[in-house]
Nanobody, 120 residues
Framework: QVQLVESGGGLVQAGGSLRLSCAVS????????MGWYRQAPGKQRELVAL???????NYADSVKGRFTISRDNAKNTVYLQMNSLKPEDTAVYYC??????????????WGQGTQVTISS
């Protein structure tokens, strides 16, 4: 069983900061890319940031320069540091981990989501 447990969401004022964490546990051999997605009310889920096991990170244009994704492979944990938050960043944030199965297929696991609310 693979579990992703998120933490760090909450309510902050515009201009503030939050740090999200997501710890992956269970029977896993390795983790390929890890990422954060978000879904605002009435909108589709969108990619916020992605960090591969090696190589450069990717960010949505709307968060570039404000958000930073990082990972601690020893802890199987991914982080999202969010600075200069805006009301439009309000959404449920989901952690995603792409884990190779023994069959060779890469499976996407998801966290339960954590609410981030930015007040103006």
């Amino acid at each position: 069983q693979v579990q992703l447990v998120e933490s760090g969401g909450g309510l902050v004022q515009a201009g503030g900061s939050l740090r999200l964490s997501c710890a992956v546990s269970g029977s896993i051999l390795s983790i390929n890319a890890m990422g954060w997605y978000r879904q605002a009310p009435g909108k589709q889920r969108e990619l916020v940031a992605l960090i591969p096991s090696g190589g450069s990170t990717n960010y949505a244009d709307s968060v570039k320069g404000r958000f930073t994704i990082s990972r601690d492979n020893a802890k199987n944990t991914v982080y999202l540091q969010m600075n200069s938050l805006k009301p439009e960043d309000t959404a449920v944030y989901y952690c995603n981990a792409r884990i190779p199965l023994r069959s060779g297929i890469e499976y996407h696991y998801w966290g339960q989501g954590t609410q981030v609310t930015i007040s103006s």
